[in-house]
Nanobody, 123 residues
Framework: QVELVESGGGLVQAGGSLRLSCAASGGLFSDYGLGWFRQAPGKEREFVAAISRSGGSTSYRDSVKGRFTISRDGAKNSVYLQIMSLKPEDTAVYYC????????????????WGQGTQVTVSS
């Protein structure tokens, strides 16, 4: 059983930046691909970014390419999402998740989920 705990969300103005963190415990960190998803009010949860077990491969949804960067630190058992140039449409609860696949962009392949951290972008 892997436990994931997100942090780093908050209220920021459009154009600002945030760094989300997700600390993992309870499993062998390198066994899991990791991802970030988000869910805005009234909308379905959507894929944001993913990183492979080794950290050598990443994937992003088109609307965040060039603004979001996913990374992982094995020494700290953590995955990060650096968010730049925030837009109001980025407002959502952001979740990190772990998959037993090498890397995945679909929620159904993720078996462990955090509780989420709220990101609110004001215009």
């Amino acid at each position: 059983q892997v436990e994931l705990v997100e942090s780093g969300g908050g209220l920021v103005q459009a154009g600002g930046s945030l760094r989300l963190s997700c600390a993992a415990s309870g499993g062998l960190f390198s066994d899991y691909g990791l991802g970030w998803f988000r869910q805005a009010p009234g909308k379905e949860r959507e894929f944001v970014a993913a990183i492979s077990r080794s950290g050598g491969s990443t994937s992003y949804r088109d609307s965040v390419k060039g603004r979001f960067t996913i990374s992982r630190d094995g020494a700290k058992n953590s995955v990060y999402l650096q968010i730049m140039s925030l837009k109001p449409e980025d407002t959502a609860v952001y979740y990190c998740a772990a998959t037993e696949r090498m890397i995945a962009t679909t929620a159904r392949y993720y078996v462990f989920w955090g509780q989420g951290t709220q990101v609110t972008v004001s215009s």
